[in-house]
């Protein structure tokens, strides 16, 4: 793991405004004293960001999703602009985005620049979906997600960005990816972004893994050094759960910086 680690809770269409902040508040409880060590965010759904964001002096929160344009006839949707000042960060790009309300690569680039543009750091995901895997296309398709999804940005934004290495397969399925393959797509993210925007600019680039990861899987992730946080979904909305796998994360961390 590089730089300070990064754990992003994504609770998805979970939870009512009510219960989000529950969860917010028992978070906040739980990980204040981490949140030195550890960037701690919470996505929970956008009707609950004030609640969240009002329990949750310590930590952060993110958005799951925003659109390209700032503003503008697009009933239904949320901007990075609206969100602007509020959220820091934004997940762009997740698989189930991608699968069931058809977000291209296309629309990605356009999203990652328009959080930028608006001061919130995108969370870009990137993954091979099981079949891709099996014919061994992964590491295609994640150059192919990248070179389009990164084309709008430039070198000097590239640092301020995230991006997750999430596996369509590993996603919400309880099989998490081996530490050897997330290591491997980790190299190739790494390259992918070197050949775009130069070896330095990259080096700053966090790069996470998501799918499936418990507290019994996080340690394996986190001490890859090319790994600097985990993006969580389910796991996400057990508080016991979410804080041991923070707790995990600084106590990497600590090993690291001694
Ligand atoms: P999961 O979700 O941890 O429930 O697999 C991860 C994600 O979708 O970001």
Known sequence: MSKKPIIIGN???????????????????????????????????????????????????????????????????????????????????????????????????????????????PIICVGETAQERHHGEATQVINDQLSTGLTMLTASEIKDIVIAYEPVWAIGSGESAKADDVAEAADTIRSATAQMFGQSATEEVRILYGGSVSSDSAGSYLNLPAISGLLVGGASLNDHEFTKIVQIASEVANQQDE
């Open 11 to 121: 609770w998805k269409m979970h939870l009512n405004v009510d219960q989000s902040k529950n969860l917010a508040e028992k978070l906040e409880e739980s990980l204040s004293d981490f949140s030195e060590g550890v960037d701690i965010v919470l996505c929970p759904s956008s009707i609950a960001l004030h609640q969240v964001l009002a329990a949750t002096p310590s930590l952060s929160v993110g958005i799951q999703n925003i659109y390209f344009a700032d503003e503008g006839a697009y009933t239904g949707e949320i901007s990075a602009s609206q969100v602007k000042g509020l959220v820091r960060y934004a997940i762009v790009g997740h698989s189930e985005r991608r699968a069931n309300f058809g977000e291209t690569n296309e629309m990605v680039a356009r999203k990652a620049a328009a959080a930028l543009r608006n001061g919130i750091t």
